[in-house]
């Protein structure tokens, strides 16, 4: 039985590497050669997540031990901690590790390729891979994986219904410098992950500052406004030049310059796949746009995956009667009801969330609620609390002052 997937971030490589360990014959593919190219990612998350998702600590850059947001009217924030709190992860890094460990696991590692679906039923699919050399090749799978991230190739191209009004797909849209700084001006960044919140810095968005190893510092701005409303990649150009400029870092050198697009749907409720196609990560809908997170969710719903595939296996094996003809269409929704089960309500309720935070962020009276709630979290929580509340979406603590965004 063989698993194709279609992209090599840290879902579809983590995917790999578990079905791949597993003894499962797989194919992972991406159109990068280089892993290190366009490592668009703020990739900030807790010490907690990223021991027990058994990240690489080649990939940890950098650990902070604060939080710092800076209001609409660009007065400083700040909660700290004795221990460190979190780590900033070097994507590139990250990405080569993971490749590692799939190529390590047995997987097939193709880069420089592309995918396309030339035949998909319930039993299987026969796919065309694309080199970069130009060379063709077709190949039967049983499982083909579209883990493309929110360009959701492979959805597209078997026209997969798109999630609808009543669920709308909430997208960002960032661009993120890599950015070398000096002893001078590298200190007030340091040790810190910091956000820029209100329409001084950026309208239906937020920027952020974050911490790397050797000084170096990820800068960068991400909007999620409606689509009607959506600027252009120069106005987020412009946001970014802007914010280096007020955090005193537009004399730096810039070592890297890359963007990208991150999008879900709020309830995830559209179909995840068809016939023998599934999705996974981004292509899911896993990242949470309240924050701008999306590796630890992808991770997360590779390991669902994982599981849900190597037990769907074990069943298959017991006679094609007895699991009946309809297979595909179990595996599926098996898998869908384990994303909702394992993100819970948090999840939907973080998206809501993002969704009225983001696009109601627009207008001074916007900026006014922005700084009230800093201003009350400033008075009532500790650095830990803050991580909670954004790492772990503990919204109960804070009651009545999230409900009017829920509703």
Known sequence: MTFLIAGAGPAGARLATALSEAGKEVVLVDRLTNPHRNSFSSAALSCAEASRLNLPPSAWSATWSGWQLLDPSGHVHQWWDADPLGVVLDFGRLRSAMWSRARA??????????????????????????????????????????????????????SVPPPSMLDPLLEGVGVEWLVQADDRVAPRWLDRISFFLGTRWIPHGYGWVFPMENNRLKVGVC???????????????????ALLRNCKLEGCSVLDRHGGVVSSSIARRESLGSGALLAVGDAASTANLLGGEGIRHAIDSADLLAETLLNA????????????????????????????????????????????????????????????????????SSARDLSNLLFHYRFERYGLRLLRYLI
């Open 313 to 380: 296996e074990g069943l298959n094996q017991v006679g094609r009667n007895q699991v009946g003809a309809d297979h595909a269409d179990v595996v599926r929704q098996t898998y869908e009801k384990a994303l909702h089960r394992w993100f819970g309500w948090r999840w939907r309720a973080a998206g809501k969330l993002a969704q009225r935070t983001w696009w109601g962020l627009d207008s001074s009276s916007a900026d006014r609620r922005v700084e009230r709630i800093i201003r009350g979290l400033s008075r009532t």
């Open 105 to 158: 696991a047995g997987a097939e590692v193709l880069t420089g390729c592309t995918v396309r679906i030339e035949v998909l039923h319930s039993d299987g699919a026969r796919v065309l891979l694309q080199h970069g050399d130009g060379r063709r090749q077709h190949r039967s799978v049983k499982w083909v994986i579209d883990a493309t991230g929110s360009s959701r190739c492979l959805l597209r191209e078997a």
């Open 223 to 241: 909007c999620l406004a409606p689509e009607q409303i959506r600027g252009s990649n120069s106005d987020l150009l412009a946001r970014l030049q």
